[in-house]
C-alpha cells in the first residue's frame, strides 16, 4: 500500500465518521479546539460496545477482578508523590518566527538543523512542558486550592488499593480494574483520534508477589494479545516492541507496547508495564498510611508489585474503524462499508418496510423492529429512500444484517435477510429470526 494510499484511507474513515455520525470536531461549529472529538449517536454505540466486551472480558468473567470508578480530581498530593508535577513533561520547542510549538521528539531531524517545519524559521532551544492541566478547587485561587485534571487513570486505583484490600480481603495475584476520562495538554495533538488532549482509558493495575512477576507478566502478555483479535484486528497489524531502558518511564522495569500499523506509522495501541512497587511505595511514603499488603494465611506483610496493562479507549476505536474501512463493488457500483465484527456493530439488524407509503407494510416491519429490540438486539428501523440506498447507509455503519418486510411477508410471514459482507439475501421465517440473528452476532 503506497503513502497516498495509507494517507487517504485516514481521510476516508474521517469523512465516514463525520458523515454517519461516528466522530465530529469538538467545538465545531466555533472552528473546533485542537486535540478534542465528540462521538456521535454510532459513535457512542460502538464505544459502548467496546466497554461492555472490555469490562465483561476482563473484570465480570473473572474473579480476581474489582471495578472502580476513581473521582478526575484527585489531591494534588497524589500527583506529588509520583512525580508527576516535576516529571510529567515532554520536549518542547518553539519557533522564533511563525511561534508554532512542537514536541521535540517528533519533529527531531528539523530540530537538530533549528528548522521550523512549517515556515522554515529558526527554532529555539528545547524546553521541558508538564502536560497537565491545573486547576483550582473551591472559591480562593491560591497554592492550596491547586488540583489537576488526572493525566492517567492509574493513580485513581493506586490510592484506592488499600480501600479493596480492607474491603474485599482479596488473595494474591488480584486486579483493580476502571474505564475513565484523562487529559493531557499534548503540545501538537493529532492524527485525528490517536493523540487527543481528552482521552479514556481502560486500564487494570493487577497487584501480585514480587518473586511471580514474570509469569504474570506472559499471562497478560497472552491476554492482551487475545484482545486485540476478539476486536477483529488482524495478528499482521499488531507488532509489541520491547521498549529499551532508557525509553521506559522512570517506574518501569520491563515495558511492552503494543504497536499498531496505523497509516501515519507503526504506533503504540497498548502498554504492558511492570511497575514494580513504586506506585504503592510511594503513596505509602507521602502518605504516611501503611499500605502493606497481609497475606492471612501466613500473616507475612509485604508491598505487593503491580502488572500494568493499558489500553487506550480512543485508540482502540480508530484501530477498529481503520481495520473495517472497505471498498468494493456491488452491484456494478463501487460501495464503502465497514466490515466491523458483528458483535461490535452499532446496529446488529436493521428493519426496512420495503414501501414506506404501504401501511401494512410499515405496521408489520415495525413489529418485527419492536420485538428484536424487545429482544436486546441493537436494531434501527429505516424507510427513508429506496432499498438500495438504504443498503448502502447501513453498510456505511457496518450493520451485518437487514432485514427487509415485503408483500410475501404478509402472506408466509417470512423475510428477506441480507449479508452486509456478501450481499446475499436469504427468505427466514420471522419465528427464526432470532436464532438466525444470534448465530451471525454473537462471536463464538
Known amino acids: 500500500m503506497t503513502k497516498e494510499r495509507e494517507i487517504s484511507l485516514l481521510e476516508r474513515v474521517v469523512s465516514l465518521c463525520k458523515r454517519r455520525g461516528f466522530v465530529y470536531q469538538g467545538s465545531e461549529i466555533y472552528g473546533g479546539l485542537a486535540g478534542t472529538w465528540d462521538y456521535g449517536p454510532m459513535g457512542v454505540r460502538l464505544k459502548n460496545t467496546i466497554t461492555k466486551l472490555w469490562w465483561k472480558t476482563f473484570v465480570d468473567d473473572r474473579s480476581d477482578m474489582y471495578g472502580i470508578d476513581a473521582a478526575i480530581l484527585m489531591n494534588a498530593n497524589v500527583w506529588k508523590a509520583v512525580g508527576h508535577v516535576e516529571g510529567f513533561t515532554d520536549p518542547l520547542i518553539e519557533c522564533t518566527k511563525c511561534k508554532h510549538r512542537f514536541r521535540a521528539d517528533h519533529i527531531r531531524e528539523r530540530a537538530e538543523k533549528k528548522m521550523c517545519p512549517t515556515c522554515g524559521g529558526a527554532l529555539g532551544d528545547p524546553r521541558q ?106 495478528a499482521k497489524n499488531v507488532h509489541e516492541l520491547e521498549v529499551e531502558t532508557g525509553d521506559r518511564a522512570h517506574y518501569s522495569k520491563r515495558t511492552i507496547d503494543f504497536e499498531y500499523s496505523f497509516p501515519f506509522g507503526r504506533k503504540e495501541l497498548y502498554g504492558l508495564a511492570y511497575r514494580t512497587d513504586f506506585d504503592v511505595r510511594s503513596h505509602a511514603a507521602a502518605s504516611s498510611v501503611d499500605l502493606n499488603y497481609q497475606d492471612l494465611d501466613t500473616g507475612e506483610r509485604f508491598m505487593p508489585h503491580v502488572i500494568e496493562p493499558s489500553f487506550g479507549l480512543d485508540r482502540t476505536i480508530l484501530a477498529v474503524l481503520l481495520e473495517s474501512y472497505a471498498e468494493d463493488e456491488l452491484g456494478s457500483e463501487t460501495r464503502v462499508y465497514l466490515k466491523l465484527p458483528a458483535h461490535l456493530a452499532p446496529v446488529s439488524v436493521a428493519v426496512f418496510p420495503l414501501l414506506k407509503n404501504k401501511p401494512d407494510l410499515v405496521k408489520k416491519a415495525r413489529a418485527v423492529f419492536d420485538s428484536l429490540r424487545k429482544q436486546d438486539f441493537a436494531a434501527a428501523f429505516d424507510d427513508n429512500g429506496n432499498i438500495g440506498k438504504r443498503y448502502r447507509r447501513q453498510d456505511e455503519i457496518g450493520t451485518p444484517l437487514c432485514v427487509t418486510v415485503d408483500f410475501t411477508t404478509l402472506e408466509d410471514d417470512t423475510v428477506t435477510v441480507r449479508d452486509r459482507d456478501s450481499g446475499k439475501q436469504e427468505r427466514v421465517k420471522l419465528d427464526e429470526l432470532t436464532l438466525y440473528i444470534e448465530e451471525r452476532i454473537v462471536p463464538a
Do not use: C
Open 129 to 234: 512542558f508538564n502536560m497537565m492541566f491545573e486547576t483550582n478547587v473551591g472559591a480562593v485561587r491560591d497554592s492550596s486550592s491547586i488540583a489537576y485534571l488526572r493525566p492517567e487513570t492509574a493513580q485513581g486505583i493506586f490510592v484506592n488499593f488499600k480501600n479493596i484490600v480492607d474491603s474485599f480481603h482479596p488473595k494474591l495475584p488480584f486486579g483493580i480494574a476502571q474505564i475513565g476520562k484523562a487529559f493531557r495538554n499534548e503540545i501538537t495533538p493529532r492524527d485525528f483520534l490517536f493523540r487527543t488532549r481528552e482521552f479514556e482509558q481502560m486500564e487494570i493495575e493487577y497487584f501480585v508477589k514480587e518473586n511471580e512477576w514474570e509469569q504474570y507478566f506472559e499471562l497478560w502478555r497472552k491476554h492482551v494479545r487475545d484482545w486485540t483479535k476478539s476486536i477483529g484486528l488482524a
